[in-house]
């Protein structure tokens, strides 16, 4: 099968892994809860204004260099919600960025918590 976009990040070494520090940084700041189901991760924040700014930028950071990513931030119950996805070639990419962002946060070391669900858009 063909995607319209390119599954392939477009990142040299050294710039992903300053990528990848910045989103365990925010993880580490404030998630506090990830899930996972059918390969599309859910992350949800505390939804402090430094948090959301840090996660829009994140967020067009990676539609520059990873266009084929499907991300969405949203707010719901009180918190900030990053939904993130990708076609399954592109799934490993999806997987390791959502493992940066709960590297070293709490969210890593406690269970999985009953989130309220936001409606589908």
Not at 3 to 14: H, Q
Not at 24 to 35: M, S
Not at 59 to 71: G, H, K, Q, T
């Amino acid at each position: 099968m063909t995607y319209p976009k390119p599954v392939a990040c477009s990142l040299g070494a050294d710039d992903l892994q300053t990528r990848l520090a910045e989103i365990a940084g925010v993880g580490a700041a404030g998630l506090i809860a990830q899930e996972e189901n059918e390969g599309r991760h859910t992350l949800r924040f505390r939804p402090d204004p430094a948090t959301r700014r840090r996660l829009e930028a994140i967020v067009a950071a990676e539609a520059d260099c990873c266009s084929f990513l499907e991300l969405d931030l949203a707010e719901c119950g009180g918190e900030l919600v990053l939904s993130l996805a990708a076609p399954e070639p592109g799934q490993t990419i999806a997987d390791e960025l959502a493992s940066a962002f709960v590297r070293g946060s709490w969210a890593s070391r406690a269970p999985r918590l009953a989130s309220p669900r936001c409606a589908e858009r």
